[in-house]
Every structure is written in C-alpha cells, then in structure tokens.
C-alpha cells in the first residue's frame, strides 16, 4: 500500500517538471522573438547568426529596432501578422531581431536607424545591394513596404555571387 502512493507520488512529480521544462522553453522563444513572430526560431546573437548561417547555408536576415520606435512597433506588426512573410523567416532563413548594434560596421552600410534590415549571405556577404524603398534612408522598412520587403527576401534567398 506504501508503495502504491509512492509511485503515484513520482508519477505526478515527474510531470510536472515537464510541463515546467516546456513553459520554460516557450518562454524563451518568446523573449527572442520580441513580437516579430513567436513560431520562428530566432537567434540571440549576430555572431550565432553568422556561425548558424555558415551550417545551415540559409540567409541572415537581421531585424534592427527599438521597443520603443512607432515605426517599428508598426513595422513588427505588420511582419508579425503576414503569413507569407512569417511562413518565408521561419523557412527560408536564419532570423535576428536586435534592439542594440552589433560591433560590425557593415550592418550600417549608410548609419544607424531603426527600424534598419540586413541580409547576409552564408559566403558572409553583407547585401548592401538589396535596399528598401528610401534614398536617404537604404534600409529603412515601413509597415506599408511589405510587398516590397518580400521581394527582397525572395532576393536574398538566391545565392549571392560576387564577380571576380
Ligand atoms: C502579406 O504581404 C504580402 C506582400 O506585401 C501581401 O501580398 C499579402 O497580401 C499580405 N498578407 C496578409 C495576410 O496581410
């Protein structure tokens, strides 16, 4: 009879530590995505980006904004609730949001702004060459630019070759 309520006793215990594990994982998830998608894999780093991109030969698509930033919490919106958008980041590509600059100063070909998108290529090519809609401001996405912004990950996909 002791037995009995033992093993009942760990039965429950054990799940609950995995239901614990799971929240905790979704949790992460979550804070890396900061609202630009929750079911996309985001990576924390540029410099895990670069390393994941190298393995997986997939683009780099890196988001740059400010929590704070209307353009973009408009933009992050907008990218957040587009299916295709979200179905071609979650595929296609390996994808950083950051809300600081990383040290690379090819991530701010023309300064720094937000909210600012870069693509890499896995032979480590920084495509300055796919640019938004505005002069002054080459890699500035607003949230009425999606089409546009499509396009250029459909751009970005195909692999980059320099011309030696
Ligand atoms: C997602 O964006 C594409 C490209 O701009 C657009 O054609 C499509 O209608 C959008 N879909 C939704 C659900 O907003």
Same mark, same amino acid.
Request: glycine share 4%.
């Given at each position: 009879m002791a037995s009995w309520s033992l093993y009942v006793f760990l +039965? %429950?215990?054990s799940c609950d530590v995995a239901f614990l594990k799971k929240k905790k994982t979704e949790k992460k998830e979550n804070i890396l995505a900061r609202g630009w998608?929750?079911?996309?894999?985001?990576?924390?780093?540029?410099e895990e980006g670069l390393k994941i991109m190298q393995e997986s030969d997939k683009p780099l698509m890196v988001i740059h904004h +400010? %929590?704070?930033c209307p353009y973009s919490q408009a933009l992050k919106k907008?990218?957040?609730?587009?299916?295709?958008i979200q179905k071609m980041a979650k595929e296609d590509f390996i994808m950083l949001n950051l809300v600081e600059e990383t040290t690379d100063p090819n991530m701010a070909p023309d300064g720094y702004y937000v909210p600012r998108i870069l693509f890499?290529?896995?032979?480590?090519?920084?495509r300055a060459d796919i640019a938004g809609k505005y002069n002054n401001r080459k890699f500035a996405y607003e949230s009425e630019d999606l089409d546009f912004l499509k396009e250029n990950m459909e751009k970005a996909k195909k692999p980059y070759h320099t011309e030696l």
């Amino acid at each position: 009879m002791a037995s009995w309520s033992l093993y009942v006793f760990l +039965l %429950l215990l054990s799940c609950d530590v995995a239901f614990l594990k799971k929240k905790k994982t979704e949790k992460k998830e979550n804070i890396l995505a900061r609202g630009w998608g929750d079911d996309i894999t985001w990576v924390e780093t540029y410099e895990e980006g670069l390393k994941i991109m190298q393995e997986s030969d997939k683009p780099l698509m890196v988001i740059h904004h +400010l %929590l704070e930033c209307p353009y973009s919490q408009a933009l992050k919106k907008a990218f957040a609730e587009n299916n295709s958008i979200q179905k071609m980041a979650k595929e296609d590509f390996i994808m950083l949001n950051l809300v600081e600059e990383t040290t690379d100063p090819n991530m701010a070909p023309d300064g720094y702004y937000v909210p600012r998108i870069l693509f890499v290529d896995p032979s480590m090519t920084v495509r300055a060459d796919i640019a938004g809609k505005y002069n002054n401001r080459k890699f500035a996405y607003e949230s009425e630019d999606l089409d546009f912004l499509k396009e250029n990950m459909e751009k970005a996909k195909k692999p980059y070759h320099t011309e030696l």
